[in-house]
């Protein structure tokens, strides 16, 4: 049957508002939390609240419509298969760690996929009132303007973010430590904001040349490949073929110029266990 895709763009922009508010409102103090998969790996009440928020939302107006939610994936028997059926892939707070923290950069991160391809996306910092979002073949917008990824071609030219990521796992870190320190003498400028979505986002305007991570799941990407894309750049695996939206692995970048150049630098990483 068919999904009536304007009436989707319309509640989750609605809903994410809604949610946005209690994110600021729980943001003017630091937040108790509780550790997930390790001790850097936190979730909070909010987190929990604003998917709950969402996920009622949605049902309410699509009851058939199913959910791969950040929270939901943690207490379940893991991540949920992605199907054919129109599904919500949702990240209530990308970047809890700034979130606990008071530290003002997190947001709700939202895709909708139908027959496995993102149809819709919105990643929202309601403490910064930055609402970016895009529909399939529609272009990305950043509160309601167009947005381009910057075009930048070249390494030694590009601003590049990362992350630390949320576990401590002795591997993981050394790849991660080895990547930092390759990319501080090849890149232009390096940023570690503290969110994924965020990060892609900032891609997508303009504002970074590229982003690439690994450890991430599908709820903080799935809405930032369709903003990127429809920003006219190129989402990746980092070992440089396609991006594998289950494989725990993303490089983004203004051009598949940068993405190639940047991925050749990389040591790789393959997190397990895979989303799926
Ligand atoms: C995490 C943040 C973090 C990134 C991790 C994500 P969460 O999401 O985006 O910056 O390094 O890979 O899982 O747990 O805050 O929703």
């Known amino acids: 049957d068919n999904v009536d895709l304007g009436k989707c763009f319309e509640i989750i922009n609605n809903l994410t508002t809604e949610a946005g508010r209690l994110i600021v ?15 850097i790996d936190l979730v909070t009440q909010t987190d929990q609240d604003v998917e ?7 049902r309410h107006h ?27 892939i949702i990240d209530p707070v990308d970047g809890t760690m700034n979130f606990v923290h008071a530290f003002p950069h997190s947001c709700i991160s939202v ?17 910064l ?33 990362s992350e630390f990521g949320t576990t401590r796992d002795e591997q993981k ?22 969110s994924a979505a965020l990060n892609m986002a900032m891609v997508a305007l303009g504002a970074a040349d590229a982003n690439y ?3 991430i799941h599908a709820w903080d990407v799935c809405a930032g490949d369709l903003i990127v894309r429809e920003a006219g750049g190129v989402v990746i695996d980092p070992a440089g073929g396609e991006f ?31 989303d799926d």
């Not at 959910?67 to 919500?88: C, N, Q």
């Not at 870190?173 to 990547?179: I, P, R, S, T, Y």
Request: hydrophobic letters at 35%; one cysteine or more.
């Open 244 to 274: 594998d939206i289950m494989s725990r692995r993303v490089l983004a970048a203004a051009t598949p110029q940068l993405a190639q150049e940047l991925s050749k630098e990389l040591t790789q990483f393959y997190p397990q266990p895979r």
């Open 213 to 215: 991570e690994f450890g």
């Open 129 to 161: 009132e930055q609402r970016f979002t895009a529909r399939r073949g529609q272009g990305a917008f950043y509160n309601g303007r167009r947005i381009q990824a910057s075009g930048q071609k070249e390494l030694s030219k590009a601003l590049v973010t």
């Open 173 to 194: 870190m050394k790849v991660v430590n080895e990547n930092f320190a390759n990319m501080a003498k090849k890149v232009h400028g390096l940023r570690v904001l503290g």
């Open 111 to 127: 895709g909708l996929k139908v027959n496995k391809v993102t149809e819709m996306a919105i990643i929202y910092n309601p403490m």
């Open 25 to 39: 409102h729980n943001n003017e103090t630091r937040q108790d939390f509780v550790c997930k998969s390790g001790d």
């Open 62 to 88: 699509f009851p058939s419509h199913k959910f791969i939610g950040e929270e939901e994936s943690s207490t379940d028997a893991g991540v949920k298969k992605l199907t054919d059926e129109p599904t919500w």
């Open 52 to 58: 709950k928020l969402i996920m009622n939302g949605i």
